[in-house]
Nanobody
């Protein structure tokens, strides 16, 4: 059974930082592209960042480019999202996801497995 477990969410003031982690089990982690998505109340789930299986390529939404960094440790079956210079508009539930197929990293429909999400709240 595949499980993705996010952690590291919380409340922070604007300009602060948080580091999210997502621990994976039940899958061959090194074969999967990992992504982070977020969903704010009343809005659709949106792409945040993705990283290829080897970690050699990363992709970011324009809204987080230069502020967020995605990374992975295949030995620990874990993907991270370092979030700096947080803004109130970053407030959302953040989800990690895994996809086996390549390409289309921005589309949530292409991901095979999802975590339960972790809340990030940024106050002004």
């Amino acid at each position: 059974q595949v499980q993705l477990a996010e952690s590291g969410g919380g409340k922070v003031q604007a300009g602060g930082s948080l580091r999210l982690s997502c621990a994976a089990s039940g899958l061959t982690f090194g074969y999967y592209t990992m992504g982070w998505f977020r969903q704010a109340p009343g809005k659709e789930r949106e792409f945040v960042a993705a990283i290829t299986p080897s970690g050699g390529s990363t992709y970011y939404a324009d809204s987080v480019k230069g502020r967020f960094t995605i990374s992975r440790d295949n030995a620990k079956n874990t993907v991270y999202l370092q979030m700096n210079s947080l803004k109130p508009e970053d407030t959302a539930v953040y989800y990690c996801a895994a996809r086996f197929s390549s390409g289309g990293y921005y589309d949530p429909a292409g991901y095979d497995y999802w975590g339960q999400g972790t809340q990030v709240t940024v106050s002004s």
